[in-house]
């Protein structure tokens, strides 16, 4: 099975974001990353949190070796973030999106 999506499904990130149990540094990242991502397309984006305790072998598969790590499997080349995932602007460069404007969210046309 490969972790890329269909091809006409259009452009698609395909993320992992593996966290260590309820730790709090855990649901920061989790929480940083749901702000990060509420702020692009939903559909643009596949998200699966995996926590490495419940599910060792999908650490191991992907070289995770501290947590929380954020992966970008797709589109390549796979990228991976550690941390809480505060910084917004290292998180969206580090996945190779371009942050959304406030103007472009409300929908107001760009005067340049």
């Known amino acids: 099975m490969s972790d890329a999506p269909d091809a006409d499904a259009g452009p698609k990130y395909?993320?992992?974001?593996?966290?260590?149990g309820t730790t709090p540094r855990s649901l920061r990242?989790?929480?940083?990353?749901?702000?990060?991502?509420?702020?692009?397309p939903s559909e643009l984006f596949d998200?699966?949190?995996?926590?490495i305790y419940?599910?060792?072998?999908?650490?191991s598969e992907h070289q995770i070796i501290a947590a929380p790590t954020l992966v970008k499997l797709f589109p390549e080349p796979v990228r991976r973030?550690?941390?809480?995932?505060?910084?917004n602007a290292r998180v969206l460069r580090g996945l190779e999106?371009?942050?959304?404007?406030?103007?472009a969210v409300v929908g107001e046309p760009d005067l340049e």
């Open 97 to 103: 999106i371009e942050p959304r404007s406030a103007e």
């Open 54 to 59: 419940q599910q060792p072998e999908a650490a």
């Open 47 to 51: 998200l699966q949190v995996i926590d």
């Open 29 to 40: 990242a989790i929480a940083n990353l749901r702000q990060i991502l509420s702020t692009q």
């Open 81 to 87: 973030i550690i941390g809480d995932l505060s910084d």
């Open 14 to 20: 395909v993320l992992r974001l593996y966290i260590t």
